[in-house]
């Protein structure tokens, strides 16, 4: 979401998550890795795969526009990762949500507990900072505006972990 695009984490959260990710996969040689990437809606950016460098690839090509519908929707995240590891023959999964929190929702709990069934632990990692900051307007014809509520008036976003924390305590 645009939210990620905040600075509190420099150079931002998106950034600053992406290069995490890409430094995750140095640490898990010949597992089977995919790209989920959420915001209102949630898509399969790269299967389940040995091939890193095409996950690699995938990660380097996430922006704030690679999912057009605004918001942080987790549970639907959750949904795409359930799915995605039904397909695998791994008996144990895993699934870190890189986020600076989520909407809340009662799929979200519905889907954690799925999650636990299939035997996915999730990491949520928590991107940002409890003071946050604003979020820069990314459209290049307003270079150093601030993304604007409907009232115009300058968004600041601040990292909730709430959601992240339930998710993860729910799922072990």
């Known amino acids: 979401s645009r939210s990620m695009l905040?600075?509190?984490v420099s150079p931002d959260r998106l950034?600053?998550?992406k290069l995490a990710a890409q430094d995750l996969l140095t640490s898990l040689p010949g597992d089977l890795v995919g790209l989920i990437a959420?915001?209102?809606q949630a898509?399969?950016?790269a299967p389940l795969t040995t091939d890193h460098d095409?996950?690699?690839?995938s990660i380097q090509?996430?922006?704030t526009t690679s999912v057009p519908q605004g918001g942080s929707d987790i549970a639907k995240a959750l949904r795409i990762a359930i799915e995605a590891v039904e397909k695998s023959p791994a008996r144990n999964h895993g699934l870190i949500?890189?986020?600076?929190?989520?909407?809340?929702?009662?799929a979200i709990s519905f889907y954690s507990r799925q999650a636990k069934d299939k035997r996915i632990l999730v990491l949520a990692v928590g991107v940002g900072t409890e003071a946050g900051s604003l979020i820069p307007d990314p459209d290049p014809s307003r270079p150093g505006?601030?993304?604007r509520d409907q009232q115009g008036s300058v968004v600041q976003t601040k990292l909730d972990s709430t959601i992240l924390q339930q998710i993860a305590a729910a799922t072990g």
Request: aromatic share 12%.
């Open 54 to 57: 095409a996950v690699t690839e």
């Open 6 to 8: 905040a600075t509190d």
């Open 61 to 63: 090509a996430l922006d």
């Open 15 to 17: 950034t600053r998550s």
């Open 38 to 40: 959420f915001s209102g």
């Open 145 to 147: 505006d601030y993304i």
């Open 97 to 106: 949500i890189f986020s600076d929190g989520g909407d809340p929702s009662q």
């Open 43 to 45: 898509y399969l950016q």
